[in-house]
DNA sequence: TTAAGTGCAAATTATTTGCAGTAAG
DNA sequence: CTTACTGCAAATAATTTGCACTTAA
């Protein structure tokens, strides 16, 4: 189910979101989901995928399509620091470990996260989404 | 418990953490922690702040002392969005709601949130902080 | 042929830093 | 006296934006 999205994720996919399937974007797309993989990128580590790739990609259109990814719901944006901008192919609610001093983010086991209750929202409004960011130091 | 923190943030609590007790930081742990209220702070609210409270400190300071009093522990930085740092009065792990339309912060009441598994922490690594951010949209 | 997308460079936003002056121990 | 702190202004970092050019429909 989220496997198809590596087959999917071509022209057709890009349009159904009502984007157009430009070549910056399919590069980018075959990057993110290419092998049906997970994956965890910033602006510059896309970036410097695209370059490794052989794909000519600008900077700024690597930011452009991470926001619009985004916005159609094909990538959600994980805070874990003030600095820099972590964007993942997984959509789902799931947690994440965040490496404090590699500042290295990963998926956490899903299935050993069990909240058995959660608080309401206020009225007025709803749970757009819940973020479980785990944060690791190093021992030893 | 926590109230007591207000009575103690002055010029003793400040220097068992190895801070001078400056009129800056004096004034900044006064209008954080004086009527033993917890609080979510961005560095221009807390400058806004100082200002409206006829307090002279530079928004330089108010970026320094943040950054001080989170390392001594007296603050929490929650990141919530890619933007802008918040501080928290309240340093234990606890939940927060987050108003994505407006960016304001709060907390969440910590004794609806049941996590009854938590994903262990991988090893060479232990964890320093768990975040749990409840993101809302308005409805309506 | 026209509306959307790209890419450069300049602009913005949040934050940090260098350093000369000021104040606390 | 000496070292930490403050505040300005300049520097930095990540990201966004204006706009002329290109490309997809």
């Known amino acids: 189910m ?3 999205q590596a087959k ?9 979101a009502g984007l157009r399937p430009t ?7 075959s990057l993110l989901v290419g092998d049906g993989q997970h994956r965890h990128v910033t602006a510059e580590s896309l ?8 794909d000519k990609v600008s900077l700024a259109t690597v ?4 926001r619009s ?19 993942d192919t997984n959509t789902t609610n799931h947690p ?7 500042g290295q983010l990963q998926d956490a086991p899903e299935e050993d996260l ?22 690791l130091r190093s021992k030893g």
């Open 96 to 102: 994440h470990f965040f490496w404090e001093d590699t």
């Open 2 to 4: 989220h496997h198809s």
């Open 69 to 87: 990814f985004s916005e159609v719901g094909f990538l959600r944006e994980i805070l874990v620091n003030g600095t820099k901008g972590y964007f």
């Open 8 to 16: 999917e994720m071509g022209a057709r996919w890009l349009e159904s």
């Open 114 to 135: 069990e909240i058995a209750a959660l608080p309401a929202a206020p009225k007025g409004a709803e749970i757009s989404k819940v973020d479980v960011v785990i944060r």
């Open 63 to 66: 930011y452009n399509t991470l």
């Open 47 to 54: 970036f410097e995928a695209t370059q490794a790739a052989g």
């Open 23 to 29: 070549k910056q974007r399919l590069a980018i797309a």
